[in-house]
């Protein structure tokens, strides 16, 4: 067995799944609305920087928390903005899964 060619099947396997087609599809959407695309990603970036704080043992802001809070309020207002996030979501879960049953394979 050649692990390059495993790799490769697998990669194809993710960009064959309906997951991965349906993330794309409304990424690409998304990204047709610059204001709507703008809007994401200034949540997505407030997010991973609020993370990243929760990461490294800073303060928790509450004012920052709910700051996300309402920006994914306001994003899931927008039906295609909400079907985006959910897809982002999904196809990211499904991602972990791949990664955990890797570790869990090489770990044992």
Do not use: W
Request: proline letters at 1%; glycine letters at 2%.
């Amino acid at each position: 067995m050649n692990v390059y060619n495993e790799a490769h099947n697998l990669a194809k396997a993710i960009k064959e799944c309906d997951e991965f087609k349906q993330y794309i599809a409304l990424k690409n959407e998304i990204n047709a609305n610059e204001e709507l695309a703008s809007a994401i990603s200034d949540f997505q970036q407030k997010q991973m920087e609020f993370q990243l704080s929760q990461m490294t043992g800073n303060e928790q802001d509450t004012d920052g928390m709910a700051k996300i809070q309402e920006l994914y309020a306001i994003l899931m207002r927008d039906p295609k903005a909400a079907e985006y996030l959910q897809a982002e979501m999904r196809f990211s879960m499904m991602m972990n899964d791949v990664y955990k049953i890797l570790g869990d394979a090489i770990a044992n």
